[in-house]
């Protein structure tokens, strides 16, 4: 596992917000981007970056709040478009973040976001009690890479 500290660009992003049940996560993260694609394959528009999950509650101690999971599932998307008002577009700013990457058999999820708070005091931070989450195939297996944004 790796943890640093970075600026994280800006970003065009088509986003789905969702207040859920944590059960339902599977369910529904496979219709959002099911309904993002349909609606980026209506309008033309590619997508320019791998597809990430943002948590929009997290607690001081790292824990994602779960009743409800409030979350957004998001594209990187390369311009705007006429979008249903259930989904969003928004331009998200360059932030300064904590990151963790790692593989597969490293899911420790509460050492993990302990150990990218830690990261966040050391740089005299303030935690935005959000997250990003990414989750990419390199080499055959699944990489996590987790930001923690701070300001």
Same mark, same amino acid.
């Given at each position: 596992?790796?943890?640093?500290?970075?600026?994280?660009?800006? !970003?065009?992003?088509?986003?789905?917000?969702?207040?859920?049940?944590?059960?339902?996560?599977?369910? %529904?993260?496979?219709?959002?981007?099911?309904?993002?694609?349909?609606? =980026?394959? /209506?309008?033309?528009?590619?997508? $320019?970056?791998? &597809?990430?999950?943002? *948590?929009?509650?997290?607690?001081?101690?790292?824990?994602?709040?779960?009743?409800? =999971? $409030?979350?957004?599932?998001?594209? &990187?998307?390369?311009?705007?478009?006429?979008? %249903?008002?259930? =989904?969003?577009?928004?331009?998200? &700013?360059?932030? #300064?973040?904590? !990151?963790? /990457?790692?593989?597969?058999?490293? #899911?420790?999820?509460?050492?993990? *976001?302990?150990?990218?708070?830690?990261?966040?005091? $050391?740089?005299?931070?303030?935690?935005? *009690?959000?997250?990003?989450?990414? *989750?990419?195939? !390199?080499?055959?297996?699944?990489?996590?890479?987790?930001?923690? &944004?701070?300001?």
């Amino acid at each position: 596992m790796e943890i640093k500290t970075q600026i994280v660009p800006e !970003v065009l992003l088509l986003e789905k917000e969702q207040e859920i049940d944590a059960e339902d996560f599977g369910t %529904a993260l496979a219709d959002a981007y099911e309904e993002m694609a349909t609606a =980026l394959l /209506s309008a033309g528009v590619a997508v $320019k970056g791998e &597809p990430f999950v943002h *948590y929009l509650a997290v607690e001081s101690k790292g824990e994602i709040h779960t009743d409800p =999971l $409030k979350v957004g599932f998001c594209l &990187p998307i390369e311009k705007e478009f006429s979008v %249903a008002s259930s =989904l969003k577009i928004r331009k998200r &700013p360059a932030f #300064n973040a904590a !990151v963790a /990457s790692f593989l597969e058999d490293d #899911n420790d999820s509460e050492l993990i *976001y302990r150990l990218l708070l830690e990261e966040i005091e $050391k740089e005299k931070g303030t935690f935005t *009690y959000e997250s990003y989450e990414y *989750y990419e195939e !390199v080499a055959g297996k699944a990489e996590t890479i987790i930001q923690l &944004p701070y300001l």
